[in-house]
């Protein structure tokens, strides 16, 4: 299984919900990612979890909170956005291999937030 | 900070025809550079990487990438293009945290590649 899903594939939420994306996989991998592109622009990283903790926070405002419950998992919780904030979420994972090789990352399909 | 250049924004050829998307590079160190494609409203899909070793990378779905360490690029080539591959591609760099060490990714602002029949 080569496989990085999301969910849900589409959201649409108001200034005040609080909303949550999950991402899964089940590669084995032990660093998963957060990512941001907005539309015709490369993603920009927001968070990185390795061995399920928090290793790079991107100076990302606090209306956004990861979570990684277990290695599998990574969840984004969403509270207070603002427009600026719709996008296309990406998760991505890769081994986390400590040798000096290069991660390979891979993609979920993203979630599509629109926030009126 | 380690950088990737896409100096395209859209490439048009036309279907058999090669094509080429270029990708320059500014690294300290040795590079290690990405390809990847993002077909519309989905996520980026991984197509090749170059470490070390041999210059000429092959990857998915019949790509391949020329890296060339004194004009500092990354051009990804296809021999015969394919409508189907009409898509965003994305070049990307590692960088490495400062201060954790830990390994990222840095993209290039992408070149929209625009196959025709």
């Known amino acids: 299984d080569t496989e990085v899903t999301q969910t849900p594939k589409h959201l649409v939420m108001g200034m005040t919900n609080k909303k949550s994306l999950k991402c899964e996989q089940h590669?084995?991998?032990?660093?998963m990612y957060w990512y941001k592109q907005k539309a015709k622009k490369p993603p920009e990283l927001m968070f990185v979890?390795?061995?399920?903790?928090?290793?790079i926070n991107e100076s990302v405002p606090s209306r956004f909170s990861p979570e990684c419950p277990n290695s599998s998992l990574l969840n984004l919780h969403l509270h207070a956005l603002q427009p600026e904030d719709s996008a296309l979420y990406l998760c991505a994972s890769s081994p986390y291999r400590t040798s000096g090789v290069t991660d390979t990352q891979y993609f979920g399909p993203g979630t599509r937030l629109t926030v009126l | 900070a380690q950088s990737v250049a896409q100096p395209e924004d859209q490439v048009n050829v036309a279907e058999g025809n090669p094509l080429t998307v270029k990708c320059t590079y500014s690294v300290s160190g040795n590079p290690y550079l990405f390809w990847y494609v993002q077909y519309p409203n989905r996520g980026l899909q991984f197509l090749l990487k170059y470490i070390t070793g041999d210059n000429l990378v092959k990857g998915s779905y019949g790509f391949e990438a020329e890296f060339n360490k004194s004009q500092t690029s990354f051009h990804l080539k296809k021999p015969s293009a394919l409508v189907s591959d009409s898509a965003l591609y994305f070049c990307a760099v590692r960088d490495k945290e400062v201060n954790t060490g830990f390994q990222k990714l840095v993209f290039g602002t992408g070149t929209r590649l625009l196959v025709s029949p």
């Open positions: 979890y390795s061995y399920e903790k928090l290793s």
């Open positions: 590669m084995g991998h032990r660093a």
